[in-house]
């Protein structure tokens, strides 16, 4: 069956249970392919997220690039970060300054 990413990606996959889509290695937000050989493998992670169909929820990875998150020091998007309780996203690289 066919779902929507919460990004606009139409991402293909089989019911698992009646509110779950497996959509195996494909990333829950962008719905890139990222098995092994794509170059999106390494820094994946498993992951769950919601469809945009109502009471749906995807089951698959969320890829690198979609891991990235803007540091509030540097304002680079940073795949290494830790949650700031003061500051906010705070990458490893400006965390040890903090
Ligand atoms: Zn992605
Ligand atoms: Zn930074």
Sequence with gaps: ????????????GKAITRCTVDI???CVECGKA???GT?????????????????TTLDGYLC????LEV???????VLDWSMDPSLGVVCDDCGGEV
């Design 64 to 67: 690198a690039e979609c891991q």
């Design 1 to 12: 069956m066919k779902a929507t990413t919460q990004s606009g990606a139409v991402v293909e």
């Design 71 to 77: 540091c509030v020091l540097c304002l680079k998007k």
């Design 39 to 55: 170059g999106l493998f390494v820094n994946r992670i498993p992951a769950e997220l919601p469809a945009q169909e109502y009471g």
């Design 34 to 36: 990222c098995d092994f």
């Design 24 to 26: 195996g290695e494909t």
